[in-house]
């Protein structure tokens, strides 16, 4: 795997460590020069060095090959080392939802779990375009219903007849 990393320690030493097509790893340490009047050379040499490794990187990424497999119309991408590469798409339709045993339709979800839900929903990580969350829940099952007949409505209403998706 190639890659190029930059991590800032709380030591304020700056590491870059660079993997080779063989695993092995080159790594630099560098102090931040304590003297100002030199601080500034400390940054364009690092920034040099930085763009350095940045070519080394690319080229060593376009010696890079990856295999295509066709299995009944459907490519799969794989990297160098064989390992299977996924599109969101692919990962959505792998997806299956696995209910316990004792699942319950019917069971009521209490107020004190649902809430921790909601709180805990509210930490989770965003793109920031939909915030701040907005959360509606519905105990009495006929207003349950009453959702579901108006979402089923709007898809009628919005989808070409074609395209419906039936289960």
Known sequence: MVGCQCVT???S???IALKTQSNVA????LSPNTDHSKSSATSIGLAFYALKLRAKIASIALDKKTTTNVIKTT???RDSHSNRLWNAEELLAQRRSIFSPNFDIERRVSREVLTKMLEGANWAPTHGRTEPWRFVVFEAPDKRLELNQLMAKGYKNTVPPNEFIET
């Open 9 to 11: 320690a709380q030591t």
């Open 13 to 15: 030493q700056w590491r």
């Open 26 to 29: 080159v790594t630099r340490q």
């Open 75 to 77: 490519k799969i991408l």
